[in-house]
């Protein structure tokens, strides 16, 4: 069956969230050259799933060329009532509770991508600072973006549970 | 006579409106097969355009239609173009608050 834009974006991020899964345990199992490639996977995979909802299910346009889809995504969805369920929240102010403790590590998922020719840690390209040029491989992220904190966990709870609501298999 | 869409339009804006106290009003646009709002939210940070998100049809919650919604800051309402297809600010409803 031919994609929507919607299914195209969304199943495309389920395959780069996959494949952050896959780095996470290999990273966590002790490869710690892995980090940057997780965090690329992982802002790739939140960013096509956000894009991929900008657009309808049935015949929507291509999703727009915008930086910030998944804040914004993260903001929107404390609307949804599928979404809170899924997230096992009793009540929308729990879920909004829930997602506004999100928002901040949502944001520094989301600047993680590399803008235009801004020179800025990114798990993707080489960036010069103070003079010295680093590369992601070797750099040390901020420790909000340890894979093992719990908000990191959560985000990543919530992040499978958009999956569930929104992925390709969701009814 | 108010829609089956307007009406779930409403309860969806109501219950929105109960868990966000920074949210200012809630427009409908019109449609005859989704529910389209637009939110101002004065916690939203700024942005050059509205970028709607389309939630699928959620009947377990009590909204049997599609949905899309997207968050704007006070100062943006009347002033960023609707997304395409969803017609004019004129055409669109305030429908929380609603008037006294």
């Known amino acids: 069956m031919p994609h929507t834009w919607r299914s ?67 903001w929107a969805v404390k609307r949804s009532r599928k979404l809170q369920r899924e997230c096992q929240c009793g009540t929308p102010q729990q879920f909004k509770q ?22 800025q840690p990114n798990p993707e390209y080489p960036w010069e600072e103070k003079g010295d040029i680093l590369t992601p491989v070797e750099y040390r992220f901020s420790d909000d973006l340890d894979f093992k904190r719990p908000k990191m966990i959560k985000m990543l709870q919530f992040i499978s549970a958009c999956f569930r609501v929104f992925g390709s298999d969701a009814g | 006579m108010i829609s089956e869409i307007e009406l779930a339009a409403r309860r969806l804006a109501t219950a929105n409106a109960e868990s966000e106290p920074n949210l200012e009003a809630v427009y409908l646009f019109p449609s005859d097969h989704q529910i389209r709002l637009v939110e101002v939210d004065r916690s939203m940070s700024s942005s050059d355009m509205i970028l709607p998100f389309y939630f699928p049809p959620d009947p377990e919650g009590g909204i049997p239609f599609p949905s899309a919604l997207a968050l704007i800051r006070p100062e943006e309402e009347r002033r960023l173009s609707p997304p395409d297809g969803w017609g004019t600010w004129d055409e669109a409803r305030r429908i929380w608050p609603e008037d006294e």
Not at chain 1, 14 to 40: I, N
Not at chain 1, 106 to 112: F, M, S, Y
Request: with cysteine; glycine share 8%.
């Open chain 1, 98 to 119: 829930y997602l506004d403790s999100l928002l901040p590590l949502a944001n520094q998922i989301e600047d993680l991508a590399p803008v235009g020719s801004v020179d």
């Open chain 1, 8 to 74: 195209a974006f969304v199943k495309q991020a389920e395959a780069d969230y996959a494949m952050f899964l896959l780095l996470k345990d290999q990273l966590l199992g002790g490869e710690p050259g892995l980090r940057c490639h997780c965090l690329h996977y992982l802002q790739m995979s939140t960013e096509k799933l956000a894009k991929g909802v900008t657009s309808e299910m049935e015949g929507g346009q291509r999703p727009p060329r915008v930086h910030d889809a998944f804040s914004k995504f993260t």
